[in-house]
């Protein structure tokens, strides 16, 4: 029957060797053996982005990942983030520019938001919220969280009373938005 | 969601991965193989595969990555999606592929999926499939008789099956350049982080201000992808005239036989293939904005 198999893992920093079962899923991993549960299990099913983590400095999908997979790689999660008790600017952002209600998406949004700046350090806003396109948040709407990843391209430094950016968003996407709905409207409308 | 047990492989060598695909057919186990995990996974999760042997073809190194052969490219079956929508050799040759990689899924789907994987998926509804019909792609397998190639035209044999056998692995995709043709991948859905309802790839080669040729991938269409030869043939020899090219894109829909489903019916797909065709070629030709 199925073994289990030796993994050696560098998770935020720590390195951890462990036994897992192969069908151990890396989100799993993380939570149940290294009590990482700040990395969140929204869907399970590869859509909603709660479980990003960084995979040698790239996002991946943690519940679509075996941990045997991970064997010999480094492992980012949001608990990783903070450095000598300092939040990251993007953890520091979607605080002050309230960029969470629950705060259910929050670690995996920040998470996808790293690797979307580290592949495109000045972001527009639609690039933004395409970079986001595997996060669903079900409270904001998302403007907030698009302001706070704005806001860390631009350099916005938050003091200890950081103002929250949002009302710059130029809206560029809701207006082509609309723009395409108008024209799918016309001719991509059900026939039958 | 627990995927059910299974024995764990991670071969360094392609003959390596070879002999445990032998040793489990030998033993009648059920063995599958890893690329990027972000189809396979996700029906293990769901339990609607249960293989007794899962190899990773990870960590064999040389089954990603691109290479110049001079009137060609060949890609590595283990290159990621990311890879494809941002590498500088498929953008500036084969940018239709660039095109379609960057609609597939979103971002931390594309670190993990690969080209390979996503070929040998062979969803209907996959973005890859059309694009690499549409170039003539030579599908380079190994297997216990050793290496064979296969031209598109045979790869794709009905839903989900290809013509990678049991036992044998694609290890790399060839494709010609396709320097100085227009192209566009052009895929319409209705949210974020969709499967193409209906998707068309087009490639296009305008001489002296006409269309010389002009080859169109449909997504989506059939159990497999398409070629839209009615308007391939329409379009050769048509003017770089977005009524001219309307025309020829009317017929797209023809020998085509889409599923219905909640995303729409056989006739919608029908009629929306005759639509994105349309802005497919528009937008390969560089009169994007004459929709309408
Ligand atoms: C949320 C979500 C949304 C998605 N949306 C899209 C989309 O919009 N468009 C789209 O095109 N795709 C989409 N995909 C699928 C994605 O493209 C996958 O990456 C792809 O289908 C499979 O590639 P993979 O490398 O992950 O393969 P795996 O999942 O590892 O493998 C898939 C199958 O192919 C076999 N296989 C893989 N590589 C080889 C090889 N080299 N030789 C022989 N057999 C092999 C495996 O055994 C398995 O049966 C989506 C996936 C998810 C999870
Ligand atoms: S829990 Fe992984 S994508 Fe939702
Ligand atoms: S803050 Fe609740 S899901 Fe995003």
């Known amino acids: 029957m199925a073994s289990s198999t030796s993994i050696s893992v560098e998770v935020d920093g720590v390195s951890y060797t462990d036994n897992v079962e192969p069908r151990l899923l890396l989100v799993q ?19 909603c982005g709660a479980c990003t983590v960084h995979l040698d400095g790239v996002s991946v999908k943690s519940c679509t990942m075996f941990a045997v997979q991970a064997d010999g790689h480094k492992v980012t999660t949001i608990e990783g983030m903070a450095q ?38 000045h972001p527009t806003e639609t690039e933004i919220r ?15 969280i698009v302001a706070a990843v704005k806001s860390v391209a631009d350099g916005v430094e938050y003091g200890d009373s950081g103002v929250c950016v949002s009302e710059s968003l130029t809206h560029e996407v809701a207006k082509e ?11 991509t409308a059900g026939v039958s | ?51 007794s042997l899962v190899v990773d073809l990870g960590r064999i190194p040389g089954l990603s990555g ?59 509804a996959g973005d890859m499939p059309a694009p690499a019909l549409a170039m ?13 190639s296969v031209e598109a035209a045979g790869f794709f044999q009905g839903y989900f099956t290809t013509a990678v056998e049991e036992g044998e692995i694609l290890t790399s995709i060839t494709v010609p350049k396709f320097d100085g043709w227009g192209s566009h991948y052009e895929k319409f859905t209705r949210v974020a982080q969709q499967w193409s309802i209906v998707a068309v790839a087009a490639l296009v080669r305008v001489e002296g201000g006409v269309i010389a040729e002009a080859r169109l991938g449909l997504t989506n269409m059939a159990s497999t992808p398409l070629r839209a030869s ?8 048509c003017a770089v005239d977005a009524e001219a090219i309307a025309a020829a894109c009317a017929h797209a829909a023809e020998g085509t036989d889409p599923a219905s489903d909640l995303n729409g019916d056989a006739a919608y797909r029908r009629h929306l293939a005759t639509v994105v065709a349309r802005r497919a070629v528009l937008a390969a030709v560089g009169l994007q904005g004459t929709r309408g």
């Open chain 1, 29 to 47: 991993y993380l939570r149940e053996r290294l009590g990482k549960t700040g990395t969140l299990i929204g869907c399970d099913t590869t859509n």
């Open chain 1, 84 to 121: 000598n008790g300092k939040l990251a600017p993007l953890q520091e952002a979607f605080h002050q520019c309230h960029a969470l209600q629950c705060g259910f998406c929050t670690p995996g949004m920040i998470m996808q938001s790293a690797s979307l700046l580290k592949e495109n350090p």
């Open chain 1, 130 to 144: 395409e970079g986001l396109e595997g996060n669903l948040c079900r409270c904001t709407g998302y403007q907030n």
């Open chain 1, 177 to 187: 938005l609309t723009d395409e709905l108008t024209d799918d409207d016309s001719e």
């Open chain 2, 1 to 51: 969601m627990i995927p059910s047990a299974f024995d764990y492989a991670a071969p360094t060598t392609v003959e390596e991965a070879l002999a445990l695909l032998a040793g489990a057919d030998a033993s009648g186990d059920d063995v599958k193989l890893l690329a990027g995990g972000q189809s396979l996974i996700p029906v293990m999760k769901l339990r609607l595969a249960d293989p």
């Open chain 2, 66 to 124: 691109i290479t110049d052969n001079g009137s060609s490219l060949t890609i590595g079956a283990m290159t990621p999606h990311h890879v494809m929508a941002t590498d500088p050799l498929i953008a500036a040759h084969v940018p239709l592929l660039s095109q379609a990689a960057a609609t597939v899924a979103d971002p931390q789907v594309r670190h993990r999926g690969t080209f390979g994987g996503a070929l040998v998926h062979a969803d209907p």
């Open chain 2, 136 to 148: 003539d792609a030579v599908f380079n397998i190994t297997g216990p008789a050793g290496p064979r």
């Open chain 2, 230 to 237: 009615a308007t391939e043939a329409a379009l050769a020899g």
